[in-house]
């Protein structure tokens, strides 16, 4: 089994800083690329960002130099430091894994984790 559990969300008011962790654990082999995405109410999931097993990065337009993805291969973790929030950036953020596990060593699979919400007040 592997789950993949978010935290740092929170409210926090125009212009300020937040920092998205994402730990992926359980019956791991190796992990490729992990990212973050977000869904606003009423609106489709979208991707922010990934980052791959290489470390190579890519963002939404929308949030390139505002966001950074990063990642500690070690722990199995990647994070999304959030820099100057506006009130659209305002969304349930979900992690996704690329997860190889013991019993399947050859073929990765998408995990998600339950999301974390971010709210930027105005």
């Known amino acids: 089994q592997v789950q993949v559990v978010e935290s740092g969300g929170g409210l926090v008011q125009a212009g300020g800083s937040l920092r998205l962790s994402c730990a992926a654990s359980?019956?791991?082999?190796?992990?490729?690329?992990m990212g973050w995405y977000r869904q606003a109410p009423g609106k489709q999931r979208e991707v922010v960002a990934v980052i791959t097993g290489g470390g190579s990065t890519n963002y939404a337009h929308s949030v390139k130099d505002r966001f950074t993805i990063s990642r500690d291969v070690a722990k199995n973790t990647v994070y999304l430091q959030m820099y100057s929030l506006k009130p659209e950036h305002t969304a349930v953020y979900y992690c996704?894994?690329?997860?190889?596990?013991?019993?399947?060593?050859?073929?990765?699979?998408?995990?998600w984790g339950q999301g974390t919400q971010v709210t930027v007040s105005s």
């Open positions: 996704n894994a690329a997860v190889s596990t013991y019993d399947r060593r050859t073929s990765y699979r998408p995990y």
């Open positions: 359980g019956t791991i082999f190796g992990i490729n690329a």
